[in-house]
Structure formats: structure tokens, C-alpha cells
């Protein structure tokens, strides 16, 4: 008898659960970082990705530059979209990697083919300067899986934040540092529910 295919939801979840193991080893070292750098404050600054209006001063703000900001890809929110909201202009002129058809100024999202349709969208962080510009593509028109937080790794956690003075949102605060990140999960649900 002929094996039934396998479900095309259940290869989806595959390729998502590999991102998200994936991301979840990358934060691992970077709360690592965190540990060792603040121990001596007892909070650090950080964005609520739910209060962020996208406004672009996170880029130009920061006293260090480029910013301590960078875009996080939360993978299990993404939809692995063929035509990303958060990577592609408004009206491309085709859906490839022309940076004429890409919305990040810097080229910091890397996109890769996966199991067809789905495309897996990655941050380079390097290049990352915390414009947010992806972040409004994917929120207004995607999933929301494109936010932004003060990586650690980098921040000098100053006394004030010199972004947190300008934020027109109020969306950075200090929060404890032995949880330094807040995602969009289960420990920091937004209005909409957060995770699916
Ligand atoms: S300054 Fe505030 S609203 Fe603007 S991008 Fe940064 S966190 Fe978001
Ligand atoms: S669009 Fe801006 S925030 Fe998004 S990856 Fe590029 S530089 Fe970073
Ligand atoms: S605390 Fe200082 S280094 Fe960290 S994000 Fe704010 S301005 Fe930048």
C-alpha cells in the first residue's frame, strides 16, 4: 500500500522548530554575556517590542554607534512569507535580492530559500543598525516576528538611557537583569496574545 505524503503543516513545523532551537542557542550566549558584564546592576534597559512605534531614533540615539539596538527575528511567530513585508520594498520590482527591492538600508536581512514556498528570514546583525524599518513592514503587514531590543552584548547600560529621553512611546524602561530580553512569548504577551 502507498505511504500517504506527510502532512505539508507538519514539514512547515519542522522548519520552524529548527529556527527556533536555533534562536533560542544564540540568546543563551547572549544572556550569558549579560551576566558576567552587568553583574554588578541589578536592571538593565530594554524595549517592550509592543510599545515600540518604529519611530527610528533607536538608530541615531544611542551613545554608541552603531546603536546597542539591533533587530531580533522571534522565528516562531514568522510566517517564512514568499513576499516578507518586513524585507521587501512596498512595490519591488521583482521578489529577489536586489537591494533595490529590500527595505533594511544596510542589506543586515538575509534571505534563504527553504522547502518551497517558505523563505527563512535571518538578521546579520553586524549590519543591523536598529532603524526599524523591518520592524514596521513585518508588524503592520506580517506576523510582527521582526522586533527590537538592546542587545547587552553591546549596551554599557548607562544611567540613563539616552534613547529611553527621546522615545516617543515610553517603550524603554529598566527591567531585571537576570531577564534582560523581552520577547514576544509566553513570558511577555502583548495585547494581541503573543505567541500563536
Ligand atoms: S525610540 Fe522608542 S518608539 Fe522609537 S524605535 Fe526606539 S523603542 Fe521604538
Ligand atoms: S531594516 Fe533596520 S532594524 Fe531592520 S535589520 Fe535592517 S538595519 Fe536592522
Ligand atoms: S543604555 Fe546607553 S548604550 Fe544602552 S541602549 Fe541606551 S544609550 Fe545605548
Known sequence: MKKPAEP????????????????????GALVGGVATK????????????FKCTWCGK??????????????????????????????FEPE???????????????????RKAMEDPYYEYTIDEPLCIGCAK????CTLFGNGSFYLQI?????VNCNQCS???????????RIPSDKPYLMKDRDHQGPQGGTP
Open 163 to 173: 534613547i529611553a529621553e527621546v522615545c516617543p512611546a515610553q517603550a524603554i524602561s
Open 92 to 110: 519591488p520590482n521583482k521578489l529577489n535580492t536586489a537591494a533595490e527591492n529590500q527595505v533594511c538600508p544596510t542589506g543586515a536581512i538575509k
Open 58 to 87: 533607536c538608530a541615531t540615539a544611542c551613545v554608541l554607534q552603531p546603536s546597542a539596538v539591533k533587530c531580533v527575528q522571534m522565528y516562531p511567530m514568522c510566517g517564512y512569507c514568499k513576499l516578507c513585508t518586513g524585507y
Open 151 to 155: 542587545r547587552h552584548d553591546r549596551c
Open 8 to 27: 505539508e503543516q507538519s514539514r512547515r513545523e519542522f522548519v520552524r522548530e529548527g529556527a527556533r532551537l536555533a534562536a533560542i542557542a544564540g540568546l
Open 134 to 137: 523591518c520592524v514596521k513592514g
Open 38 to 49: 552587568a553583574a554588578a546592576a541589578n536592571t538593565v534597559w530594554q524595549i517592550d517590542p
